[in-house]
């Protein structure tokens, strides 16, 4: 532990966006993010190398702009926090380079940070954040994972996707139904119009204990329906609302039973599906019956951002961690590997 004051500078380059931040002593001074969905969209999807490519471009001017906004000076900084995984490698490399070199040349520590403990503390970032214990929902496009949070660095997975994440879930029927990507807002905004009471998909893994999930049936239970159907705009949003109720009402049943499996009443929710409204009152529908407390990041915060990066490793660096003399980027990390020691 130190006492000296903290100014930490966070940059996140995982996917498809590049992320900056500075969290201080005094909380979150400054974020930017440049997002590269215009770029992928006309791909349909993510393409790893262009990703790569943009990272390079746009981090140094993102630095420069969180520095400017914040009225501080590079030299101020007392540390570094930066992705290392998991994520796409080339895109990790990216914001480690960048975040290395500059701790050396700075002669600061840096610390690797784990994407998912990013996005599991970033409801930490608002004015009123969750005390621990909690159990936090982490629904992204990579995954979806309950997990028990002790304190920061004590999590123990309960449950996870068998098959496909839910975001990935979302990407892929929002494709299916021609929507475009990035496929979550899009299925999601379809949905509004949609009749919730034509079709009806599966709650999936809930009928039998356990809180893992699998959400791949329900993207062929998608592509089933529109296939006996005319996919006119009125079916494409049926099946929408339809599936993302399922989605929803499924992740709630699972909360709700991890919630009493673990005895505690308070649940974090968090990843880019924790932007999703239905997502949302669904589970504070539930929250009300069980008198369960939930958090949420900001909008803006539930999908990759800098903020959670800069956050996630301001506790670390607090707690004496920082990063060894070898560079390493990890596309693959379960967050079980990431317990700090414990304290006595
Ligand atoms: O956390 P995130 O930005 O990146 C990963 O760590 O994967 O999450 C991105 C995922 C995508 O699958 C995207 O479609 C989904 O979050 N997403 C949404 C919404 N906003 C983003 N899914 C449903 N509804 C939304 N409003
Ligand atoms: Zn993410």
Not at 2 to 9: C, F, G, K
Request: charged share 20%; glycine share 10%.
């Amino acid at each position: 532990m130190t006492n000296q004051p903290q100014l930490i500078l966070g940059i996140e380059t995982s996917c498809d966006e590049t992320g900056v931040a500075l969290y201080g002593d005094k909380g979150l001074l400054a974020d930017a993010l440049y997002s590269q969905i215009e770029m992928h969209a006309e791909y349909g999807g993510v393409v790893p190398e262009l990703a790569s490519r943009d990272h390079v471009r746009k981090l140094i001017p993102l630095i420069e702009q969180c520095v400017t906004k914040a009225h501080v000076t590079r030299e101020d900084l007392t540390g570094i926090a930066y992705t290392t995984g998991p994520g796409l490698i080339g895109a990790l490399f990216a914001g480690v380079s960048v975040a290395r070199s500059l701790a050396y040349a700075l002669n600061i520590p840096s610390i690797g940070v784990h994407h998912m403990e990013g996005h599991l503390l970033a409801p930490m970032l608002e004015n009123n954040p969750p005390s621990f214990p909690f159990v936090a929902l982490l629904v992204s496009g990579g995954h979806t994972q309950l997990i028990k949070v002790g304190q920061v660095g004590e999590y123990e997975l309960l449950g996870e996707s068998l098959d496909d994440a839910a975001g990935e879930a979302f990407d892929k029927t929002a494709k299916l139904l021609k929507l475009g990507y990035p496929g979550g807002p899009a299925l999601a905004a379809c949905a509004e119009k949609g009749n919730p009471k034509r079709f009806n998909f599966p709650r999936p893994m809930t009928n039998r204990p356990g809180l893992d999930f699998s959400f791949s049936g329900l993207k062929t239970f998608a592509l089933t329906t529109s296939q006996q159907n005319t996919l006119d705009e009125q079916t494409c949003a049926d099946i929408a609302r339809a599936f993302e109720e399922a989605v929803a009402e499924t992740l709630a049943i699972k909360c709700k039973r991890a919630l009493m499996q673990t005895g505690l009443s308070t649940l974090v929710v968090a990843g880019g599906v924790s932007a999703n409204k239905r997502l949302r009152s669904t589970l504070n529908q539930m929250g009300k019956e069980t008198g369960a407390e939930i958090f949420y990041p900001r909008h803006e915060f539930c999908t990759d951002n800098g903020a959670m990066i800069a956050f996630a490793g301001y506790q670390r660096l607090l707690a004496g961690e920082h990063d060894a003399l070898h560079i390493k980027a990890r596309p693959r990390w379960p967050l079980s590997e990431l317990n700090l020691p414990q304290k006595k």
